[in-house]
Nanobody, 126 residues
């Protein structure tokens, strides 16, 4: 079972910065390929929304409202995705989730799936 483990969340003052990380591991399976990784966020009372995605060729997409403040990047060798956030505002307060489209192999069998991390809380105080 693929596991995505996020880290880097916390409490920050408005105007501050945070860098989130998400590392993927295959458990008893071996990760053969990660086609894309993404960050989502969910604020209390709101639906989960896409923040940014990065494909394995390095191409990126962002939520329009977050362009210029959030930067997604990845280290394919480490199966890790990052989200650098700057100029944070209280409206950025949410649980941030990592998502990945992963191809694993176990005993010669390939399996594709999309997985979620457990989330990391980001709280921005005013």
């Amino acid at each position: 079972q693929v596991q995505l483990v996020e880290s880097g969340g916390g409490l920050v003052q408005a105007g501050g910065s945070l860098r989130l990380s998400c590392a993927a591991s295959g458990g008893i399976s071996t990760i053969s390929r990660i086609d894309d990784m993404a960050w989502y966020r969910q604020a209390p009372g709101y639906a989960r929304e896409l923040v940014a995605t990065i494909a394995n060729d390095g191409s990126t997409k962002y939520a329009e409202s977050l362009k210029g403040r959030f930067t997604i990047s990845s280290d394919n060798a480490k199966n890790t995705v990052y989200l650098q956030m700057i100029s944070l505002t209280p409206e950025d307060t949410a649980v941030y989730y990592c998502n990945a489209d992963v191809l694993t192999i176990l005993a010669g069998t390939l399996e594709a799936g999309r997985y979620w991390g457990q989330g990391t809380q980001v709280t921005v105080s005013s």
